[in-house]
């Protein structure tokens, strides 16, 4: 019995691809990287419209101390 894991690197590789520059996605990121983890918020809930006020709020101070 073997003890090799079953992807060893024994025999002749044949997947050797010149190195090319890897794709990017409309993000910046690279595609090949895990999948962000998907986050589920309610957006009918009375906290998230809250919150999306505040933040709201905050960015327009952002925008008058910056002009």
Same mark, same amino acid.
């Given at each position: 019995i073997s003890s090799d894991p079953p992807n060893s690197t024994q025999g002749p590789i044949? /997947?050797?691809k010149a190195p090319q520059e890897k794709?990017? /996605?409309k993000a910046g990121k690279n595609p090949t +990287?895990?999948?962000e983890e998907e986050i589920d918020i309610d957006l009918d809930a009375p906290e998230t419209e809250k919150a *999306?006020? *505040?933040i709201q709020? +905050?960015?327009r101070r952002f925008?008058?101390?910056?002009k």
């Open positions: 044949t /997947d050797i794709p990017v /996605d +990287q895990e999948p *999306a006020l *505040a709020s +905050q960015f925008q008058k101390k910056k």
